[in-house]
């Protein structure tokens, strides 16, 4: 038997299967023209951007928006 990888689980061996999990999350944030360099589109992005990867905007489960499940046959890549 071969270990899964979901946790505590064991599976026999056989045809195998990739599923790809992806999440999304979503909020809407207002950037202030005063906060800006420029008043453009492009630097209000680059703006939350910043936010984001500095940790001030964090996206929290009342931000969930959907999941969506996507299989394929193993093919034996990890593509």
């Keep these: 038997m071969k270990k899964s990888t979901v946790k505590n689980q064991t599976t026999q061996m056989g045809r195998a ?11 809407t944030i207002t950037v202030y023209e005063s906060e ?8 209000a992005e680059r703006m939350a951007e910043e936010w984001w990867q500095d940790s001030q905007i964090e996206l929290e489960k009342e931000d969930f928006q959907g999941v969506e499940f996507t299989g394929r046959e ?5 593509e």
């Design 17 to 27: 299967f990739k599923v790809t999990i992806t999440e999304t999350y979503q909020r």
């Design 36 to 43: 800006m360099k420029e008043p453009t589109v492009e630097e």
């Design 74 to 78: 193993d093919g034996g890549s990890d």
